[in-house]
C-alpha cells in the first residue's frame, strides 16, 4: 500500500503588525534557532546572489527565503533541511501567500508571482550547484507561478499634461522644478536622477546632451536636453554653489535624493495642478506623445533606454493612429452605406478580386471586414530605403490604395514618391560632353 498524503496546515500564527498594516517577519537569527540548516543554505545562497545582482534583488530574494523558511518551520518543524523540501511544502506556502494580508488587503497576484519566482530560482541555482542541501529536483513547477498581467503604461493623457507641466512652469522651488522636468523632459527613471553627476550635461556640436547614470538595465546612455532644461541646470548649479557630493541635486542634509523624496517633489507639484500621477507617469506620458507625433520607436527605444524592442512596443498599444484612422474610415462607409452594409451574403458574389491589395511582390487577398496594421510595415520603418528605380511601382500601390479608400496607405506611397521626387531635382547636372 502507498502511504496516505497529509497535507501540511496554511494557518500560521498571529504576528505583529508593521504601522502599514502588513505582518512582521521574523529574523534571520530568530529563524536560525528553529532551523539552523535551512537558515545556512539560504543564507549561502544570498552571499553567492550578492556578487552578481543589485541590492534590491537580494533584498526582495531575502524576504521571499525568509517568509518560505518561516513557514516551513511553523507548519512542518520536522523538515530541518532545504533537502527535505517536497512538493507538498509548497503547495502550503501558495495557500498561505494567497491568504496573507499585505498594504491593501490580500496580496496581489504580482507580489505572490515575485515570491514564488524568486523562490524557484534558489532551487533551481543551489541544484546546479550541486549543493549537498539541494533537493532532488525543483519542487515549485511553472504552473505553480501566476501569469503576468501585461496592464497599459498609465500616462497623463494631452490635457491633463497641459495642465501640469503649466503648473511646473511656475514652481518657485528651483531643485523642485528641475527635479520634475527631468523626469517630464527626459523619461529618465526615479534612480537615474538621483544618480545625475553634476558634470553629466555635455554639448557637442550645436545639442546639449546627459548623461544618464547606469541604471535599472545595467546600461549608460545619452539624451538631447531640451534648450530650457540648459538653461534651468545652468541657473540651478549659480544658485546651489559647489556640491559636496559630485551629485547634480542633492537633499538639504547633503545626501543623494532618494526615490521617496523625488516622489514627494512630483506629488507637490500635481497636487497644485489639480492633477494625481507618480513620478514614473511622466516616463510613460512622454513616450506616448512622442509616439503619437511620429517619433520612431527605435528612437524612443533610445531615448528610455529599452534593451528589447518589445519592452517599446508597449507605448504602441496605448494609442495606435493606424487603428483609429481605419477605423473611422470603416465605420463612415458603414455610416453612408448602410443597405450594402444590410445586405444578405447570399446576394454578394466573390469579390475576391476586389479586395486585392497590390504589394511590392505580390497581392494581399483578405477580405475588407478584416484589418491589417502590418501592411505597411517595411515601408514605415526607419531602415526601410527606396529609390528612383521603384517609382513605378511605388505609384501603382498608391494609385491601388487610393481604390481601396486606404487613406493612411495613400498616403504613405505618396511621401515616399515625393522624397524620391526631391532626392532627384537636387542631384547635380551631369557634365554635359567637352570640346576637345
Known amino acids: 500500500m502507498s502511504a496516505v498524503r497529509v497535507p ?6 498571529t504576528r505583529a503588525l ?3 498594516g502588513t505582518p512582521i517577519d521574523p ?3 530568530e529563524l536560525a534557532e528553529r532551523a539552523p540548516q535551512v537558515v545556512a543554505t539560504m543564507i549561502a545562497y544570498l552571499d553567492q546572489l550578492a556578487v552578481s ?4 534583488t537580494v533584498d526582495a530574494t531575502s524576504l521571499a527565503l525568509r517568509q518560505f523558511a518561516d513557514h516551513l518551520s511553523v507548519c512542518d518543524p520536522a523538515c530541518r533541511c532545504v533537502a527535505g523540501i517536497e512538493r507538498r511544502h509548497i503547495e502550503s506556502f501558495k495557500l498561505a ?3 496573507r494580508s499585505g498594504r491593501r488587503g490580500a496580496l496581489s497576484t504580482t507580489t505572490i508571482r515575485i515570491r514564488l519566482g524568486l523562490l524557484r530560482s534558489f532551487f533551481e541555482r543551489i541544484i546546479d550547484w550541486d549543493h549537498p542541501d539541494a533537493p532532488r529536483r525543483v519542487p515549485i513547477l511553472a504552473g505553480d507561478i501566476p501569469k503576468a498581467d501585461e496592464p497599459l503604461p498609465k500616462f497623463l493623457d494631452d490635457p491633463t499634461a497641459a495642465k501640469f507641466m503649466a503648473a511646473l512652469a511656475i514652481e518657485p522651488n528651483r531643485r523642485r522644478r528641475l527635479i520634475v522636468e527631468l523626469l517630464a523632459r527626459t523619461g529618465m527613471r526615479v534612480g537615474e536622477v538621483g544618480g545625475l553627476r553634476d558634470d553629466a550635461m555635455y ?5 546639449w546632451w546627459l548623461r544618464i547614470p547606469l541604471g535599472k538595465l545595467h546600461n549608460e546612455r545619452t539624451v538631447p536636453l531640451h534648450p530650457m532644461l540648459v538653461g534651468l541646470i545652468n541657473d540651478y548649479r549659480a544658485w546651489r554653489g559647489p556640491t559636496s557630493t559630485g551629485l547634480l541635486v542633492e537633499r538639504d542634509d547633503h545626501q543623494p535624493m532618494d526615490p521617496r523624496t523625488i516622489y514627494r517633489h512630483v506629488t507637490a507639484v500635481a497636487r497644485r495642478a489639480g492633477v494625481r500621477v507618480h513620478p514614473h507617469a511622466l516616463r510613460h506620458t512622454l513616450a506616448t506623445q512622442c509616439i503619437n507625433r511620429g517619433m520612431s520607436l527605435e528612437a524612443i527605444a533610445a531615448l528610455l533606454g529599452h534593451r528589447s524592442p518589445r519592452m517599446t512596443l508597449v507605448y504602441a498599444r496605448i494609442s495606435d493612429s493606424t487603428v483609429a484612422e481605419q477605423y473611422f474610415t470603416a465605420t463612415q462607409a458603414v455610416e453612408a452605406d448602410p443597405i450594402s452594409a444590410a445586405a444578405p451574403a447570399d446576394d454578394r458574389a466573390d469579390d475576391t478580386q476586389l479586395h486585392r491589395r497590390l504589394l511590392g511582390n505580390g497581392h494581399c487577398t483578405r477580405p475588407l471586414e478584416l484589418d491589417c496594421r502590418f ?6 520603418c526607419g ?6 528605380q521603384f517609382v513605378t511601382i511605388l505609384r501603382r500601390q498608391r494609385d491601388n490604395a487610393a481604390a481601396h479608400a486606404d487613406s493612411a496607405r495613400t498616403r504613405l506611397y505618396d511621401e515616399l514618391i515625393d522624397v524620391i521626387n526631391d532626392s532627384v531635382d537636387q542631384r547635380p547636372p551631369e557634365p554635359g560632353p567637352t570640346m576637345a
Not at 554639448?203 to 545639442?207: C, I, K, M, P, Q
Open 8 to 13: 501540511l496546515p496554511v494557518a500560521e500564527p
Open 18 to 20: 508593521s504601522r502599514r
Open 27 to 29: 529574523s534571520w537569527d
Open 53 to 56: 545582482s543589485r541590492p534590491a
Open 97 to 99: 501567500l494567497a491568504a
Open 203 to 207: 554639448r557637442l556640436g550645436h545639442t
Open 375 to 380: 501592411q505597411t510595415i517595411c515601408e514605415g
Open 383 to 388: 531602415f526601410y530605403e527606396t529609390g528612383p
